[in-house]
């Protein structure tokens, strides 16, 4: 009998324990049964892959019936479930590594690189585990992210729920451009900010909440508008824009400075119950600003949200998919609304898609 190891074995231990046995001169066979990608976030050291499916085929060939054998997958369910076939079919002395992998992660114990190490540190294949495992993401695609940046012209309704998706994605710098102060009636759909930060900067504010979400990137607070002076500045330091601007004016601007340094723009608007989404990229084939409106429109011939009114979550619904937009630019994943203009109606919770194309007159994209 093992002098270290318990005779029978707990059908769970905890990860100090199992820390404990590998540190020692005598240590359990430890078995991952996780599946292959999720391997990314990384493997105990020593630890023989078997992924769950396989186990009952493989555990004969892998330890005898009377070794100790520590099981462990993700979040400590499955190896818990590996472990009751185990001891039905007479393997007495395997145990289920409480709370799995992560739990070990979270605590900072060693580990080895699994299938792609790349460059991402312990607390970053946690943070990021779920975007680790998707074969359109993997490590290599987070790494993408971190190393991206985007440039949210305004921290208004769009930008909140943008901003908060984009921090948590792992966007590596987000610049937060808005010269506005919060008040209380944008408390109804700017999620970024609380009650007690009435008359704040909301450049100030909400870098400092996607700082405290997400405190591995960098996010950078400016608390003025894009003007003439700074847009050509703003856009070429920055892989994508995403406009959540609340006049023409702005967005006009953004558009031509865009089109001049070959960057796209996640666009977006609201009204009332109705929101729409599309990416203007002319550096790809696709149209810009100028090619859906030939013509600035002047400004108060569309109702502003505060004129027209705005239902809190439609901004929250638009701003989310410009985020998504955004990421699939910065991964060079999926298909964007690169020329097609998505139409949402949430009093018919329709959506609908209009071509854009490319005017052959457009003077700003061609």
Known sequence: MDQDLPDPMPMEVDLEQVAAWL?????PLTVD?????????GL??????????????????????DAPVVIYCQKGIRSAEAVGWLREQGWSRCTSLR???????????????????????????????????????????????????????????????????????????????????VEASNLQRQVLYRTCEIGESKA???????????????????PERVVESNVD?????????LDGADNFNTRFLINDACVKHGVPVVHGSVYRFEGQVTVF????????????????????????????????????????????????LLLGIGSVLRGRLLLIDAMDTSFREIEIPVRSDCTHCK
């Not at 100030?204 to 400016?222: C, F, Q, S, Y």
């Open 23 to 27: 540190d020692g001169n005598i240590a």
């Open 204 to 222: 100030v504010a909400a870098a400092r909440t996607l700082k405290a979400l997400n405190p591995g990137i960098e996010i950078e607070a400016l």
């Open 99 to 181: 709370g799995g992998f992560e739990a070990w992660l979270q605590a900072e114990l060693p580990v080895v690189p699994g299938t792609e190490g790349g460059n991402l540190d312990a607390s970053d294949r946690i943070r990021y585990a779920r975007h680790l495992t998707i074969p359109q993401v993997g490590v290599e695609g987070q790494e993408r992210l971190l190393a991206g940046s985007v440039l949210l012209v305004g921290g208004g309704g769009l930008g909140c729920p943008a901003g908060l998706y984009l921090a948590a994605a792992g966007v590596g710098k987000i610049t937060i451009a808005d010269d506005d102060v």
């Open 281 to 328: 990229d002319p550096a790809h084939s696709g149209p810009c600003l100028r090619c859906l409106h030939p013509v600035t429109p002047a400004e108060g011939s569309c109702a502003s949200c505060a004129e027209a009114g705005v239902l809190g979550v439609i901004p929250g619904i638009v701003g989310t998919i410009q985020a998504a937009e955004t990421i699939k």
């Open 44 to 65: 105990l050291p020593g630890a023989h892959h078997v992924p769950l499916v396989q186990l009952p085929r493989k555990a004969s060939q892998l330890f005898e019936k």
């Open 233 to 241: 500045d703003l856009v070429s330091a920055h892989d994508v824009v």
């Open 33 to 41: 049964v996780r599946e292959l990608q999720e391997l990314v976030t």
